[in-house]
């Protein structure tokens, strides 16, 4: 489904926080992107999505920790890096008094792009040529979106970052934009880091994703192990948590063990694992209160969604 | 750097607000001229009655240069609304407009992106200055005529040969540039601090009246900050039409009464630009870009 993979990541996010004042919107979160992956980055809405997005492009100064993109450490190297990076942020807000062409042709000098037959060819890949002449503020939200992605592509970056990318669009405009990310991954090989609120979304073009929840990091892996039906996540109630958190820790359970951003004792395993949990769990004297099942990420995603 | 300007300047005069200011201007020369071609000789000669008594004037006193230095006077008191009203848009229209993420995403350094955005602005400043000199001078030169300069202040009356004029007017909107730019790198800063172009133009505005209000009270207390205010340099122009006179009373062709005094007012203007811009590079590179 994606193209092999080259030596190191393209994304290494370590340790990111970024405050104002007393409110956390990203809390110390670490993520790393493979070359040709289509990464998804989930959370609901104010998790620090993008937050970390405009860290990643240099709009916000991180508070702590440290961002690498292509191997270079991104404040360094920021205009080598951005070179090489095409993002749509949040809306794509363009330029209204200017046509499609005027604002794909600012962006693509801005970005040092010189090839003339650039625009064209992006016009032609978003499906806006009959209209590149016409103003923006005439545009649908769909042709926005899409002159949005055009200008992120114009440049030919190894690395497109969409910050919700199909907000407001309607079911025929959400597909277009799928296909478009997928097409490019295939066909051009084209890394995505692609921010939603929507698993159902990712789950349909991401290969691997994180969720981040009030800042931190919930979750990350392969969709496939994450989105695998036998695998189960289990929160854990009992009646002294800090206790039990460490008799688990020195356990073989350990491995099971995952963060979990409202300190809440959280395993993952397989479903037929359950059982011998509850037995290992009596065995070893923890005094359970509840053992509380999630079948699938996208109910875990959802316990967040709903107590956010 | 060049490339930024281009596209800075490409923007600007795309947009529709931009010609606001080159129409006021010349609706309000022509408006000027078309007054003082149908009643100009009854005010001329009204302002000359106490000097025809003593001399015998002749030739046109309302000429080109006359109306063009009335002109001036009037008109460039005003001028700082319009400069602010692109200025104040800069980088504040982008934050409203959402662009501004679009641009300090690219691979350009915030400090070329801003100093380019600062260049395009003096850019449309020296435009509309220029619009202005085109409809203050030339046209007035075109349609009243030319002759020497006279100019009635309170108590002295300068006359300007009119072969010793037209250095002098480029002079003067040289000057001017430099008070416009003043005042177009402070609406600029402001609009760092700001997501729509309301605010810095308002501040801009209100920050120029203030500071002229300052400087026409003569309240001791206020004596030692006036020479540092830039408002109070801003008509420095005028020191271009102040002639030197020798010492058989005639007047030294090519000469400015108080050029130090002139120099000393263009490098506080200078010094505020400076200040001003350094100010804008120093809060924009750490800037959180939120919008």
Known sequence: MHPARASGPLIEVSDLSKYYGGLRA??????????????GFLGQNGAGKSTTIRMLLTLIRPTSGSIRLFGMDLLRHRSEILARVGAVIEKPDLYGYLTGRENLRILARLSGCRDKGAIERVLETVGLSARADDKVRTYSQGMRQRLGIA????????????????????????????????????????????????????????????????????????????????????????????????????????????????GRIRLALNRSEVPQLVRALAEMEVQVLALRPFNRLEDYFLSLTQAG | MWTIVRIELFKIFRKPRTYIAFGAVAAIVWLIQLGFYADGETYVQFGMQALSETFEVQ??????????????????????????????????????????????????????????????????????????????LFFSLWIFGVDDLVIMKSEVVTQILQSDVMWRYAAAFGFATIAMVTVSSLAFL??????????????????????????????????AVKPWLFTTHMLGWKGFFDVQVGAGNEQVVGSVENLPAVMRSAGILIAHIVLFLTLSVAVFRRKDILS
Not at chain 2, 199 to 221: D, H, K, R, Y
């Open chain 1, 26 to 39: 990203v809390d110390g979160l670490s993520l790393t992107v493979q070359q040709g992956d289509v990464y």
């Open chain 1, 151 to 262: 200008c992120a592509l114009v440049h030919d970056p190894e690395l497109v970052i969409l910050d919700e990318p199909t907000n407001g669009l309607d079911p025929q405009g959400i597909a277009d934009i799928r296909n478009l990310i997928l097409r490019l991954s295939r066909e051009a090989g084209k890394t995505f880091l692609v921010s939603s609120h929507l698993l159902s979304e990712m789950e349909l073009i991401a290969n691997r994703m994180v969720i981040i929840d009030k800042g931190r990091k919930v979750v990350e892996g392969e969709c496939r192990t994450l989105l695998d039906p036998e695998r189960q996540v289990v929160h854990l109630e009992t009646i002294d948590d800090g206790q039990a958190l460490s008799i688990l820790a020195a356990s073989r359970w350990a491995p099971y063990l995952e963060d979990d951003p409202q």
């Open chain 2, 59 to 136: 030739g046109s006193v309302l000429n080109g240069y006359l109306m063009a230095y009335i002109i001036l006077q009037a008109l460039l008191v005003h001028v700082p609304l319009l400069i602010a009203l692109v200025s104040g848009d800069m980088v504040s229209g982008e934050a409203g407009m959402g662009t501004l993420r679009l641009l300090a995403s690219r691979p350009v350094s915030r400090t070329r992106l801003l100093l380019g955005k600062f260049l395009a602005s003096s850019v449309y400043t020296v435009a509309l200055l220029l619009w202005m000199a085109l409809w203050t």
């Open chain 2, 190 to 223: 402001l609009s760092l601090f700001a997501e729509n172009s309301i605010g810095p133009i308002i501040a801009t505005m209100s920050i120029v009246i203030v500071f002229t209000i300052l400087n026409s009270l003569g309240l001791p207390l206020f004596d």
